[in-house]
């Protein structure tokens, strides 16, 4: 953390000198000082905004949580150690109004909190994003901006724009996480995710069996038939790219620019078919996350990571798990052969909640650095998020290891912003062969070519060259 700005002058090199007081303003500065002592930074009267569609999230009530109230106390640190203010505003999601405001003539937000897939992109080819890496003041190698993996979608033409500040308390989202419903599992006599893994069982190979038991004890149990053991939250093709990272596949693969779809081979293939057995058995389906939450006519689901991890308990919905009076679990995809122990099915996705920062503000871009470094530095007595998960919110250390795991070694989605629309075809293609309207190879060979000639346009890097550098 940064408290001082020290000036080091020399005298045979310059007999005046202009600098920063506040954000932006300059004064003529007189050598009749003593150089040797430290300059304490004075931003009075400056404001800088942070922007966010759930704003509320961001900067939770007064009395909520221990780590809500020494959010609100950082910000009034912040006004006492340099003079100025912090808002949590409520923004549109996306660029859309940013773009209005500049066209405008309006200075902007300092930070826009998005999950919006074009969001960060948009703002970047307008030219309104500052490179972190030029920003003054901060440390991007500290996690607390988000560690290398979950900042993938924040990094254009091999510079990284968006952060994620973890230090707060809403948790990292991702795609490619099984939910679990303990209680039911043991009181069916079933065995927890957790222990197949253990074991060294959770791959596709006792995967299905596993399911089959679940099925048979349910119905022993007196469930109905509407009762499908492992649902899916979203669609098909969502799970079905997890089932792919879980078989030891990557989207692009190759290097130098010469990349191609790392999915379309018979590794991708099989994840596909692996799926579409599980479905034509009753075994899994897509019925939406109500069956597994609030129905509890599964044991397992399969969705966003923040089904476990959303405990805003003064929201009126009650669709997220933390909710429920039921004890639940979170856990990888079970790997496939060409996968491992080791293979991660989580990758970030839409709901990635990235922040930018804006070069529009007013505010000067090196005390923009300051107040990010002293905001979002880890809050005095707390863990942040991570800590919330561990102590009040997942039901078991396994939970809360599977979820660090996941995220630390997290996968990148290039679709959403690189493959346009022959990826979104794919996708469909891909949940019409789960459910056997469409053959397996047709799914891939009718984009084969459109995907293609997106990566050769669009892609000019991976993450693994960029972490490799």
């Known amino acids: 953390m940064k408290k001082f700005?020290?000036?080091?002058?020399?005298?045979?090199?310059?007999?005046?000198?202009?600098?920063?007081?506040?954000?932006?303003?300059?004064?003529?500065?007189?050598?009749?000082?003593?150089?040797?002592?430290?300059?304490?930074?004075?931003?009075?009267?400056?404001?800088?905004?942070?922007?966010?569609?759930?704003?509320?999230?961001?900067?939770?009530?007064?009395?909520?949580?221990?780590?809500?109230?020494?959010?609100?106390?950082?910000?009034?640190d912040l006004k006492?150690?340099?003079?100025c203010t912090f808002e949590v505003v409520s923004w549109e999601d996306g660029g859309g109004r940013i773009l209005q405001e500049v066209a405008a003539g309006y200075n902007t937000i300092d930070f826009l909190d998005s999950h919006a897939s074009a969001g960060g992109i948009q703002l970047y080819r307008a030219d309104l994003l500052y490179s972190l890496d030029e920003i003054p003041n901060i440390d991007m190698s500290d996690n607390k901006f988000g560690s290398p993996r979950f900042l993938q979608y924040g990094i254009f033409d091999g510079k990284n724009y968006g952060f994620y500040q973890y230090a707060w308390e809403f948790p990292p989202e991702y795609q490619g996480v099984i939910h679990f419903n303990s209680e039911m599992l043991s009181s069916l006599g079933i065995s927890l995710p957790h222990e197949l893994r253990e074991n060294g069982m959770w791959n596709w190979a006792n995967y299905k069996d596993y399911l089959l038991s679940i099925q048979s004890a349910a119905a022993n149990a007196g469930y109905d038939s509407d009762f499908v053991p492992h649902i899916c939250g979203t669609d098909y093709a969502q799970d079905a790219i997890g089932f792919m990272f879980a078989n030891g596949l990557t989207m692009i693969e190759g290097s130098d620019g010469n990349y191609t779809f790392g999915f379309d081979n018979s590794n991708g293939m099989?994840?596909?078919?692996?799926?579409?057995?599980?479905?034509?058995?009753?075994?899994?389906?897509?019925?939406?996350?109500a069956e597994f939450v609030k129905n509890k006519m599964s044991a397992l689901m399969s969705h966003e990571s923040?089904?476990?991890?959303?405990?805003?308990?003064?929201?009126?919905?009650?669709?997220?798990?933390?909710?429920?009076?039921?004890?639940y679990g979170m856990i990888r995809f079970p790997h496939g052969p060409n996968g491992d122990e080791n293979s991660v099915s989580s990758?970030?996705?839409?709901?990635?909640?990235?922040?930018?920062?804006?070069?529009?503000?007013?505010?000067?871009v090196e005390d923009i650095g300051l107040v990010m470094e002293f905001v979002f530095a880890p809050l005095d007595g707390s863990d942040g998020w991570s800590g919330l998960l561990k102590e009040q919110i997942l039901y078991s250390t396994e939970d809360?290891?599977?979820?660090?795991?996941?995220?630390?070694?997290?996968?990148?989605?290039?679709?959403?912003?690189?493959?346009?629309?022959?990826?979104?075809?794919?996708?469909?293609?891909?949940?019409?062969?789960?459910?056997?309207?469409?053959?397996?190879?047709?799914?891939?060979?009718?984009?084969?070519?459109?995907?293609?000639?997106?990566?050769?346009?669009?892609?000019?890097?991976?993450?693994?060259?960029?972490?490799?550098?």
């Open 400 to 469: 809360h290891d599977q979820y660090a795991y996941m995220l630390e070694n997290i996968h990148f989605n290039y679709g959403n912003m690189f493959l346009e629309k022959g990826f979104d075809t794919w996708k469909s293609n891909i949940s019409s062969a789960v459910t056997g309207k469409k053959s397996v190879s047709e799914a891939f060979s009718s984009t084969r070519s459109a995907i293609q000639d997106a990566i050769d346009k669009n892609v000019t890097w991976t993450i693994d060259e960029l972490l490799g550098e």
């Open 5 to 76: 700005i020290s000036l080091v002058l020399s005298l045979l090199m310059i007999s005046s000198l202009f600098f920063t007081v506040s954000c932006g303003a300059q004064e003529e500065e007189v050598f009749d000082v003593d150089y040797s002592g430290d300059y304490k930074v004075d931003l009075s009267g400056q404001t800088y905004r942070w922007g966010s569609s759930w704003h509320e999230q961001l900067l939770l009530p007064v009395d909520f949580s221990f780590a809500g109230d020494m959010t609100h106390k950082r910000i009034n």
């Open 347 to 364: 990758y970030v996705h839409h709901g990635r909640r990235l922040n930018w920062v804006l070069n529009t503000s007013g505010n000067a």
């Open 80 to 83: 006492e150690k340099y003079g």
């Open 306 to 327: 923040y089904f476990s991890t959303h405990y805003n308990k003064k929201s009126s919905s009650n669709d997220y798990l933390p909710a429920q009076d039921y004890a």
């Open 270 to 289: 099989a994840a596909v078919e692996f799926l579409m057995d599980l479905y034509t058995e009753g075994l899994y389906a897509q019925k939406g996350h």
